[in-house]
């Protein structure tokens, strides 16, 4: 009995967002299917991966987690540049210091050290500020005109402070991040807003506002659906790609942080906290994740393998 | 699908029986239309109502139950693509795999092993389901030794994995009581196979080289009169696994008989890492039961976790009721804590505070169950609301002091909270895990 496969008419597709400059470009989103669906439509870029680098050395992280960065926690260049060793696709830099209960490092301060990290790494930068909104308009709006031309991703944008940051992302010629908290009609009415400012909407990416696996991580997979649903189907203002911010949120897991003797029904620790972070992107990529900001060198390491075997051909 | 309860009603009994297990025919009729009742279930419903509400009214993928007793578990019955439609009804099933080459000894090791993959969450026990047998020698006795192993070792259900029916039909005579899962019947060997599930009374896993052929054989099983299905498409590459998964989900929820059952996906992947995360892509993407061969509880918890993410209902948060918790046995100096009643918040704190090893009380505040500052940005967790638990719950009988810790999460609270409740407020760490050094350093009553 042949079985006739069942294939969506989507009428439309994702938005395709590049970063960074010429050689060195990341492309991401153009789909016109469900991810990994190759027998239904197109997926003309695989999900691509950022490491994350701070501004200031971490307090809290756990050992596993620090190990691989030994000697460049304190020195945001060294640390990016040990990134690109791990094979990171893009590096992404969080301005922590510049929080107020931190160093409140100011904007100007800011803008120097994404210069000097930007110096010393060819692959396309993500700049995240400190998650104080009002600040991180100041940072932003600094970090956009020092890194003029360079294709950046800067984040994250709400309705408090998208117009200065929307404004130089216009003017320096770089891409935002719009932030919403998992409701998928704030996440479109930003992308209108900003939008309406004129940044085209090939130059924004979705932050839904994702949880660990164990800790919310239900809620983004089903907004994600959602919004992947809607670019599919024309709808516009949820075209963009959408970008999963997963190591800030699974390195605070007791899951990820616990040592075996902490927790020893829960097996060796490394093994479960790269776990962690692997099953939590690999499960957004299901959900039609393109851009993953993670922690760890062996996550990213396991996730390519991973997205390896999901780009290759299901086609009937 | 289509009928509605009433259209389903009209041609029921209408005698209110309850033998179906619902209080009147119309409640049956409902459940049907909701894809809850499958019409197999009301004994009396006339061969003439069967023929015009039997295709109709079967759910689009038909519940198959494994094992027996306590240790049960239901799959199928699922009605949609994507969990944010209604959402997905039984979560995949775990099976661990061991292998008919392995020593008496090794096997029982593993079996005790398995056995212990039990986790707490959210305040309930979650497990995997079942213990696959695999006939990887080709030998009938090996497997019925190792089957004997397994069945003595384990409360848990068996997935017998064995082409040759004689060597099934020997495991089956040591293990049959229990409904094992048969796994299962190919294009070769489905007669026999079906008998043998038909004898027993089991499930059976019907596997196909691809998608059509799987239609095929499926069609020939359910002929033979066997309903008790698991779809195999044979595919074992995660990436044409999906696509598979898909399909067979789609065409069941169009109705395509042939694939109207939950499916089995199998983790084949030697890579320690890999494998696990093949696994939690089949617990996403549609899998009724998966099978892989790692016991270690570092492997198994993120899967378990995400399979109890995937399935929860989006429309309702496991919440927790909102009264006084004491961990350990607190005295009338012990620190009280509030927080949300959302289970997961109420249980990292529950959890953090008992590691603290300083007993004390929670009081989770009724937010509908939803997170610390999803609540406070939903206006559900406000000064107000923790001052009327405060005063409301009978805390302040059972402590002399006044001191409240609130989640560093809503410093902002501490003010307005101080001023309506006459407590006073201690601002305590961010994170949950935090509790204990905060004790340390700042609690005293
Ligand atoms: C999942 C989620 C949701 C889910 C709700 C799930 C639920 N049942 O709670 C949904 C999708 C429904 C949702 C909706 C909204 N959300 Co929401 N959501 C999240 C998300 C992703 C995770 C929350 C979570 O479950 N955390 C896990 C739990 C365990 O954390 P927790 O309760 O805070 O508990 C921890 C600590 O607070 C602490 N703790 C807890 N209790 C106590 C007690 C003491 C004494 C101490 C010391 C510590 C302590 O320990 C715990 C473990 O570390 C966060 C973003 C994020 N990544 O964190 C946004 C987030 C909380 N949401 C947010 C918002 C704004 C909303 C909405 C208001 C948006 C809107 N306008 O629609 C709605 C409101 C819904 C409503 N009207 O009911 C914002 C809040 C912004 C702010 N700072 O105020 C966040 C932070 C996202 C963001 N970055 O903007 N959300
Ligand atoms: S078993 Fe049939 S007749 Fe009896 S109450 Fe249920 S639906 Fe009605």
Redesign the interface.
Known sequence: ???T??KERWTSKVGELVLGTEPNTVKIGGESTLP????EGEMPNRPQVALEVWDMEPAGWPEILTAPYAGVLNDPVAWAKKCVEYGADLVCLTMISAHPDNKNTSPAECAKTAKAVADAVDVPLIILGCGVEEKDAQVLEAVAEALAGKNCLLGCATPENYKTITAACMVHGHNIIASS?LDINLEKQLNILITEMNLSADRIVIDPSVGA???????A??IM??TR?GALTGDKMMAMPVICLVGQEVW?T??A?SSAEEAP?????A??A???E??TS??FA?AGGSLFVMRHPDSLK?FR??ID??????A? | MGLTGLEIFKRLPKTNCKDCGQPTCLAFAMAMAAGKAGLDQCPHVSDEAKEALGAASAPPVALVKIGTGEKQWELGNETVLFRHDKRFEHPTAIAISVSDTMSADEISAKVAKINKLVFDRVGQTHSVNLVAVENASGEADKFAAAVKVAFDNTELPLLLISEDTAAMEKALEVAGSKKPVICGATAANYEAMTALAKKYDTALVVKGTNLSELADLSEKVIALGHKQLLLDSGAREVNKVLADQTQIRRQALKRFRPFGYPTIAFVTSTDPFQSVVDAGIYITKYAGLMVMSSADPADILPLVTLRLNIYTDPQKPIAVESKIYEIGTPGADAPVFVTTNFSLTYFCVAGDVESARVPGYILPVDTDGISVLTGWAAGKFTPEKITEMLQGCGIADKVNHRKVIIPGGVAVLSGKLQELSGWEVLVGPRESAGIASFLKQRWSA
Not at chain 1, 265 to 269: H, I, R, V
Not at chain 1, 309 to 314: Q, R
């Open positions: 009995m042949p079985v496969i069942a990994f669906l190759h027998f908290p696996l164990g800790y919310g991580i239900e809620y997979y089903s659906e959602r649903i605070k007791k899951e942080k029904e829960w097996g060796e620790q093994k479960r790269i776990l962690w692997v099953i690999a499960t299901q396991q393998v991973h075997k999901m780009m290759e051909s299901n009937y």
